[in-house]
């Protein structure tokens, strides 16, 4: 599991360059194949295992459903994707005092952002996030969080040339905070989706499947599901999974509300979010597989989230697709937590269904 | 924790002094964790280091010739707190911990933050400090209009990860939460993180012994490193009555101008030296003419007074006369309070210069 590595490494949406390193270095070795398209996107090939292998009647029936002149001459191919970015801010100002203007990249919660540490640039340097001091505020304004426009970054600068030398427009942040255990939990930042970035690259590492398999860690998903369709386009998949870092508010609470997920129940399976309604046999294949093997597993509340199933299903003329999800409390935020047997488990589900597709 | 011959090798070097302080954890009215540390630093430097009955530690460093007619020396009393603001854990529910504020914690910054969970009246190292996450709702399931609402601290959670029985197993009501951040330096002279108030202060105070080990001083000068500060003053308010000084200079943080204009004072432009009733208008124009002869930039801070150990220590007995220099700091009651090292330098050997400059009156 190179989780670790990845959280703690910088990569907002547009600027993944040092995940996307890592990660072509830990998958090399281990596939037939690596690219990166214009967008950016690693396309990790793995080719099937040798020798002769039924491939189970659902494959066959998702590849030969509505065949494009391309997929019906080809052999079936299951694409797997992460995406490599997380949520950040982008320097789009200076003020004379010398702090940093920002917008954010990708959705950000304002109230956690008073009282932040933050890293800009590839050089990695601190900023912090003010607030007016408590003192200052007057009891009718307590209630309400700073707007984000009202917040500046302070790196430290004395003035604006000196802010504009260190952090120039356009100089992309990013949350800072390292990873760590917390009780039998682990926390970080960009947890979604470096999680599903980790899931992938396990199964990257397994022996091969019994059909091609293409491993796509994607691109600006948090700025629009940018990259996966582009990268779907080319891979031309017969059926795709998607893993995720997902939602998970179990948090006691006063009125009995579903909990989108929780955390040490296993990998949620999404059936409809905001972007897609997933492929019901590949959701039925999942179950299926995990009730047998007794693999831990629940549902995702419908209805909230997206993820880059929302852009490789429309893809050509279509991609049954299903998203996989590893339980995250506080996604997009500093303070992303996770359960490792969730993670565990989530490798083992797809391992299995993928050895049985 | 590094090794303390470490810390003291190092102590002359002020960031150094400012990191070791400023991690270390005291909350108000619990301030015994860093006792230690507190007098460690003080022993090379005074001739007396003590405890008080409420948490404050006291080094006396002695006056050089007794004075004319004195039964005793005169006593210059320095006070910066060593308390700091943070949060008691107040209930436990399946794992998840609720909390109350201790002191002016401030709920605008505390989502998304870690904290540190240490255990109170147990065995520390066996069970803690255990990490924690300030956690509440996520925002894709809330509606739109809590979205831009402060989280109050009756709403938030320490996200502790464990489970319902390991949380009740290692966690009491009454244990402390305190701010899971290093010190570190912003750029320049500039060093971030929690507790600058007042620790970065208690660092001055240091810089001034260390200062006073090479100038001549009648008085005894007695640093006290105060408890309370954040809740009651308790500290100021019985180490003045038991040290009956003949005069007082309080030393805290105030706002610098952080992008808001909610100050006209400055980092990095030196010591604030107050003008204000809470303060000895004698004590005052001294301190700013003696900054002048060091050469020494400062700043002038009108104010009524209220908020520092300055307040109770004035009114001590017969009554004591005080002064405060300020340290000026951004974005006060954060984890990301920013103090200028500089600026920690110049307080500690003002208040050396001036101690060395009393005679028997002021």
């Known amino acids: 599991m190179i989780l670790e590595k990845l959280s703690n490494a910088f990569g907002v949406s547009g600027n993944e360059d040092a995940v996307r390193d890592i990660i072509i270095d830990a998958v090399k070795p281990h596939v037939d194949d690596v690219t990166v398209d214009t967008m950016g996107n690693v396309i990790a090939f793995k080719a099937k295992a040798k020798g002769t292998r039924r491939i189970s009647a659902l494959l066959t029936e998702l590849h030969t459903a509505a065949p494009s002149a391309a997929t019906a001459a080809a052999e079936p191919r299951v694409m797997l994707a992460a995406h490599m970015d997380e949520v950040g801010f982008m320097v789009t100002g200076h003020t004379s005092d010398g702090c940093l203007k920002f917008r954010y990249v990708g959705g950000i919660d304002d109230r956690v952002m008073p009282g932040l540490r933050v890293q800009l640039g590839n050089d990695r340097v601190l900023g912090i996030v003010g607030v007016k001091a408590i003192h200052h505020v007057k009891p009718s304004e307590r209630e309400h969080t700073a707007s984000r426009e009202s917040l500046v970054i302070d790196i430290g600068a004395s003035s604006k040339s000196e802010a504009e030398g260190v952090a120039p427009l356009g100089t992309y942040g990013a949350f800072q905070a390292e990873y760590r255990k917390l009780g039998r939990l682990v926390t970080g930042k960009a947890f979604d989706d470096r999680v599903g970035c980790s899931v992938l690259t396990d199964l990257l590492l397994s022996k091969p499947y019994g059909f091609d398999v293409y491993g796509v860690f994607t691109v600006q998903e948090e700025v629009g599901l940018r990259g996966a369709g582009v990268a779907a386009h080319r891979v031309d998949p017969s059926c795709a999974f998607i893993f995720e870092g997902t939602i998970c508010d179990d948090l006691p609470k006063k009125k009995d509300v579903s909990p989108t997920t929780r955390l040490g129940d296993g990998p949620a399976i999404s059936i409809m979010d905001r972007s897609a309604i997933a492929d019901r046999r590949l959701v039925d294949h999942l179950v299926a597989v995990a009730e047998r093997d007794d693999i831990p597993h629940q549902f995702k509340q419908p209805g909230i989230g997206g993820t880059d199933a929302g852009s490789i299903h429309l893809t050509r003329e279509g991609v049954p697709s299903v998203a996989v999800s590893v339980p995250c409390r506080y996604i997009h935020s500093p303070i992303a937590a996770l359960d490792p047997r969730d993670y565990r488990n989530t490798v083992k589900l797809m391992d299995v269904a993928l050895r049985d597709l | ?362």
């Open chain 2, 1 to 362: 924790m590094r090794a303390l011959s470490d810390i003291l090798s190092n102590m002359i070097q002020t960031a150094e002094l400012i990191k070791t302080l400023t991690n270390a954890v005291g909350l108000s009215g619990n301030e015994s964790q860093i006792h230690e540390l507190i007098k460690t630093l003080f022993a090379p430097l005074v001739d007396e280091v003590s405890v008080s009955k409420v948490g404050s530690v006291i080094g006396v460093k002695w006056g050089g010739a007794p004075l004319r007619n004195a039964p005793r020396a005169k006593r210059l009393m320095l006070a910066a707190h060593v308390d700091e603001i943070g949060m008691m854990v107040t209930g436990i529910e399946k794992g998840f911990l609720r909390v109350a504020r201790v002191g002016g914690t401030d709920p605008r910054i505390l989502l998304g933050q870690r904290v540190l969970v240490h255990p109170v009246g147990r065995d520390a190292d066996a069970s803690g400090p255990i990490p924690g996450l300030i956690a509440s709702r996520p925002p894709h399931v809330l509606p739109a209009d809590k979205r831009d609402k402060v989280v109050g601290i009756d709403d938030l959670f320490v996200d502790v990860g464990l489970t319902a029985a390991q949380a009740a197993r290692d966690i009491q009501v009454g244990d402390l939460v305190s701010f899971d951040i290093e010190t570190v330096r912003l750029r320049g002279d500039l060093f971030t993180g929690k507790s600058m108030d007042d620790r970065a202060s208690v660092a001055t105070m240091i810089v001034c012994l260390d200062e006073l080990q090479r100038l001549k001083h009648s008085w005894d000068v007695v640093a006290v490193a105060t408890a309370g500060e954040e809740t009651s003053f308790a500290g100021a308010t019985t180490s003045a009555y038991g040290i009956q000084p003949d005069a007082a200079i309080a030393i805290d943080v105030t706002f610098a101008d952080q992008h808001d204009d909610s100050s006209h004072l400055e980092l990095g432009k030196g010591p604030a030296i107050a003008i204000g009733p809470n303060y000895h208008p004698k004590m005052g124009k001294r301190l700013m003419d003696l900054a002048k002869k060091l050469d020494m930039s400062y700043q002038v801070e009108p104010d009524i007074g209220g908020g520092t150990d300055a307040w109770p220590i004035q009114v001590s007995r017969s009554g004591v006369p005080t002064a405060l220099i300020s340290l000026p700091l951004r974005y006060m009651h954060s984890p990301v309070e920013t103090v200028n090292v500089k600026d920690v330098e110049r307080v500690g050997r003002l208040m050396a210069h001036f101690a060395a400059d009393l005679a028997e009156e002021i």
